[in-house]
């Protein structure tokens, strides 16, 4: 009796041949259903260290062994920076660069836009419906969607992905904090697709360096849903909870850094990621060598705090903590 073939195909896409003749390679997952429907593309550690989106993806791909797709596609490159992920690094150890800062990418460019290339040209040629990049945030911080200001005739995209990063279930945030960003989201890969006329969002799924089983859980429950959004999968569970009141599902945010540190010291955070703050509450309090309080840090919009350092050590200027702020009333 001949075997069923199963509906989910691995597979890898060659980047460059070492100075040892050995290839370097991405690996690519698969899962199509019988019938035609959406394309969705999923992608993971583009940052090294951001390790979280290789098992989210992992975990989506086991379920559907159980549960496989009614129709359309799932492609995903889980690990499309695995030098980076070998030695713990950001960005790319050879040439120090952000591939994440390198889309569309060149096939005729550095390190980074060859590789960048290589991946943003795969996924162009399905036609997807939507891709979603997976990334991680400091190591206390909370999920949340990030959407990149809409391209210059590309609303109807725009609106489309401010739909889907609804469906997430996670609250959602403008990554554009002020007019100088736009040249540099404009070259991550979630920006390049928008403009290519491409739904495409950002999830920021807690900490980075290692793997936090409760922030892949609720990864894995917020793509089930735009999943379960676009047909192609069934609902099997409730709805993932949100972390902001009733009254600002869908309302997007504004991402701030503000306020920053203006004394050096030892940082000690006395609020929390995903709490809901008001204006000039206290945050943190920066302390010198001998104990000494040098300043307190208050919230200067009401806001939700997103996550904050991964160091104690603070100097003159640096943000110690990311928010959403909250629209105005």
């Known amino acids: 009796m001949k075997k069923k073939q199963s509906p989910i195909h691995y597979s890898f896409l060659k980047i460059m041949t070492g100075s040892d003749l050995s290839a370097r390679r991405l690996a690519v997952m698969e899962a199509r259903a019988p019938q035609e429907g959406p394309v969705v593309w999923l992608t993971a550690c583009v940052h090294g260290d951001e390790v979280g989106g290789i098992v989210v993806i992992q975990e989506i791909f086991k379920r559907l062994r159980k549960y496989p797709l009614k129709k359309g596609s799932l492609h995903a490159f889980p690990l499309m920076n695995p030098v980076g992920f070998e030695h713990t690094l950001r960005t790319l150890p050879a040439s120090h660069e952000d591939i994440n800062r390198s889309f569309p990418g060149d ?3 550095t390190l980074a836009e060859r590789l960048a290339e290589k ?6 040629t399905t036609s997807p419906t939507l891709v979603i990049d997976l990334h991680n945030d400091w ?11 809409c391209p210059r005739g590309k609303e109807k995209v725009y609106r489309e992905t401010l739909e889907y990063g609804k469906q997430t279930g996670l609250i959602m945030v403008n990554e554009q904090e002020n007019a100088d960003d736009a040249d540099d989201l404009r070259r991550s890969l979630s920006g390049s697709l928008l403009t290519a006329g491409i739904p495409a969002l950002t999830l920021e799924l807690g900490g980075s360096y290692v793997v936090n089983e409760k922030d892949v859980a609720r990864g894995v429950d917020a793509l089930w849903n735009v999943l379960v959004f676009l047909g192609m999968v069934d609902v099997l569970d409730a709805e993932v909870p949100y972390l902001t009141p009733k009254e600002l599902r869908g309302v997007l945010l504004t991402y701030s850094h503000e306020p920053t540190a203006q004394m050096s010291g030892i940082l ?11 204006k000039g509450e206290p ?7 001998f104990g000494k309080l040098e300043e307190t840090l208050h919230t200067v919009e009401d806001c939700i705090i997103l996550g904050y350092s991964d160091s104690s050590a603070v100097k003159p200027g640096e943000p110690i903590m990311a928010f959403g702020v909250l629209p105005k009333k």
């Open 139 to 149: 190591i206390r911080s909370i999920p949340y969607a990030l959407i990149d200001p």
């Open 268 to 278: 000690r955070v006395i609020s929390r990621p995903g709490h809901n703050a008001k």
């Open 283 to 289: 945050l943190a309090r920066v302390y010198n060598v």
């Open 119 to 124: 991946i943003f040209s795969t996924i162009i």
């Open 107 to 109: 096939a005729q460019g």
